[in-house]
């Protein structure tokens, strides 16, 4: 029997080859490492990370203005620019120069210049014009009237001085009655010419005109508006007004403005015409402020005290010739004398003229001369 439990024993226990002292050092060996770190390496990685965040925490606000600074602005593209179809008020100087070359060559045609006229208005290539080239001529040509009829049209109205032509007696259709006067040759006549503006190359305004001129009545004079001068009366020598005025005036007019400063009133300045237009001047009458006329002035109130005259002249030319001119001052009175304050540009009005009614755009403006 010993043999067979002997055998038994042996099977039932094996006998490990490795030590107690190996088997210890293995489990200290693995419980050292987790998941293949070792404690000692993640030990070493948390610090890392510790300061790896407080670094980024300290340079969060650099990067964060680095970022900005690194970021390239884009500003909005400008809206594009809406360029109207056709000039609304704008051209209307254009459009009177325009008007005044188109009279210009007008009146001077004869036949063979249907092509000059058609440069202003196309239409008129297929005319056939009467009598010679340039057998009339216009002369000081200027624009008196200028309306817009539409949103790109205007209204043009020349004045021009028509010469050369030969009045001929015009016969009646009547019978028995004398022929009709033959219109003079040597008159100023009105023409209105109708001009549309458009765009042109380059956004430039260019010019065409509707149709011929058409010749019209000369414009309507206005009413002469009420004045804040009394009635004319002669210049007194003894009046200090007539004193201060002159005294200017001939300096103004006849030294070039020689000393003139001593004329003025402090602030006030003036160039004279140079050279000097005139050999001599005589002050005729004046009209006073506030004047009824007829009153007697040989004094001058307090220093600041202002007024304004209405002055006529005779000025003799370097000719011999005497013009006659006005002039509108504002005379201001200092030390016990009268001192130029202005030369006005025009007599001061009673009240404020009325302003013109606006013209809407697209809208007819008042038709105040008449057509033919």
Do not use: C
């Not at 202005?342 to 809407?360: E, F, I, K, R």
Request: no cysteine; aromatic share 6%.
């Amino acid at each position: 029997m010993s043999p067979v439990l002997t055998g038994r024993r042996k099977l039932a226990a094996p006998v490990d080859p490795q030590t107690p002292a190996l088997q210890e050092t293995e489990a200290e060996q693995e419980a050292g490492w987790v998941g293949g770190w070792s404690t000692g390496a993640q030990a070493n990685s948390t610090a890392l990370l510790r300061w790896l965040v407080w670094v980024l925490i300290a340079l969060g606000p650099l990067l964060g203005t680095l970022a900005y600074l690194s970021v390239p602005t884009t500003s909005a593209a400008p809206a594009p620019k809406t360029v109207p179809s056709t000039p609304a008020t704008s051209g209307g100087q254009g459009a009177a120069g325009f008007a005044s070359l188109f009279v210009a060559a007008y009146l001077s045609a004869g036949r063979g210049d249907e092509p000059k006229l058609a440069a202003y208005y196309p239409p008129a290539g297929n005319l056939q014009l009467d009598g010679v080239s340039g057998q009339r001529r216009s002369e000081q040509l200027t624009v008196v009237r200028l309306r817009q009829t539409d949103t790109s049209v205007w209204a043009v109205t020349v004045a021009a001085r028509v010469t050369g032509a030969t009045p001929t007696a015009t016969p009646s259709t009547q019978p028995s009655t004398s022929p009709r006067p033959a219109a003079a040759s040597d008159t100023v006549r009105y023409f209105q010419v109708p001009v549309a503006t458009a765009l042109g190359a380059g956004g430039a305004t260019a010019y065409t005109a509707l149709a011929l001129p058409a010749e019209v009545a000369a414009p309507e004079r206005a009413m002469t508006p009420e004045l804040v001068y009394g009635a004319m009366h002669p210049a007194l020598p003894t009046d200090p007004r007539t004193q201060a005025v002159t005294s200017f005036l001939s300096t103004y007019l006849t030294k070039a403005g020689a000393e003139l400063d001593r004329y003025l009133a402090p602030g006030t300045r003036l160039t004279a015409p140079s050279p000097a237009p005139y050999s001599g001047i005589a002050v005729d009458q004046f009209a006073a402020e506030g004047e009824t006329g007829g009153e007697l002035v040989v004094s001058v109130p307090g220093d600041g005290r202002t007024l304004r005259l209405l002055v006529t002249l005779r000025a003799t030319g370097q000719d011999g010739v005497r013009l006659p001119l006005t002039y509108a001052l504002t005379l201001k009175a200092r030390a016990g004398r009268w001192e130029i304050a202005s030369l006005d540009g025009a007599p001061a009005l009673t009240s404020p003229a009325p302003a013109p009614a606006p013209v809407a755009s697209g809208a007819p403006g008042p038709a105040t001369t008449p057509t033919s």
